[in-house]
């Protein structure tokens, strides 16, 4: 049976290891087979052994690339690209599924690891889609090493004007230079859902009732606010974004977590 092989990177101290943990644990319980789970991260400090660490290096670009995003506003959006390194796993075979740290896994992952190959697969980003644009979003990503290292070439090439023409985001990079080289798929809506736009309620339901899952939800993100710790015990940012504590985030996340790899690490 052939291994499913999962990445994500980690830097600074935004989200602790137990993140990475439970990430890991949401991909080792849903994929068929064996699993290699990578984590690019410069502190590996409470991470589960059996995750494969990788060395966040300073890349060639930082500085060029770093004074361009400071000018975007969006500093460090686009260290994400060192994922896309050619050789950055001499052993790899097939393709990688990378998840961001603010992704929850509820559903069976092998139709997506295994979702158009050959492509650069990522699910429409739900604001651009709305505003008639083609971006991505970078929540979850599937690419092969041996067949995109385009993707970290072209901004090693150019990191100023690669910037500059993505306006900072590492999903609009990612997504519109795939979909020029004629090697992009958009994955299944209804299987990677927005924590905020598909699961919180409107008023005055989501003052009465959990946020719901989606029956076919695989993955869901939570970008922006609230993030999951928020969405656990429940928030309020306003009237619209108010959610009751949410039973099956903590059960995915967290309980399902601690009864696979134990407590220490859930």
Known sequence: ???????????????????????????????????????????????????????????????EMDAALAVANRQG???????????????????????????????????????????VAMRADWVEARRGRPTGHGSVFRYDPALHGWLYDTLAADPKGEVERARGSEQRYTSTLAQAKGAFAYLPPDQVVSFKHGCLRLP???????????????????????????????????ILRHSLPC?????HWIDRTRDDLGSDWG
């Not at 994400?80 to 796993?89: E, Q």
């Not at 993955?219 to 656990?232: D, L, N, Q, T, Y």
């Open 1 to 63: 049976m052939s291994i499913a092989n999962v990445i994500c990177i980690k830097w600074g101290d935004l989200f602790g290891p137990e993140y990475v943990n439970r990430l890991y644990s949401g991909a080792r319980r849903n994929l068929s087979g064996p699993v290699r789970f990578f984590c690019m991260t410069e502190d590996a400090d409470g991470l589960h052994p059996d995750i494969e660490v990788l060395e966040l290096a300073r890349e060639p670009y930082l500085d």
């Open 77 to 119: 959006a686009m260290r994400k690209v060192s994922l896309f390194r050619p050789g950055l796993i001499p052993d790899l075979d097939g393709p990688l599924l990378g998840f961001d740290l603010d992704a929850v896994i509820t559903g069976s992952l092998d139709e997506i690891l295994h979702f158009a190959p050959g492509k």
């Open 204 to 238: 005055p339901m989501n003052y009465l009732a959990e946020p719901r899952l989606p029956a076919n939800a695989r993955i869901v993100c939570f970008h922006g606010r609230p993030k999951m710790s928020e969405a656990v015990e429940g928030y309020h940012g306003s």
């Open 247 to 251: 039973g099956w985030l903590r059960d």
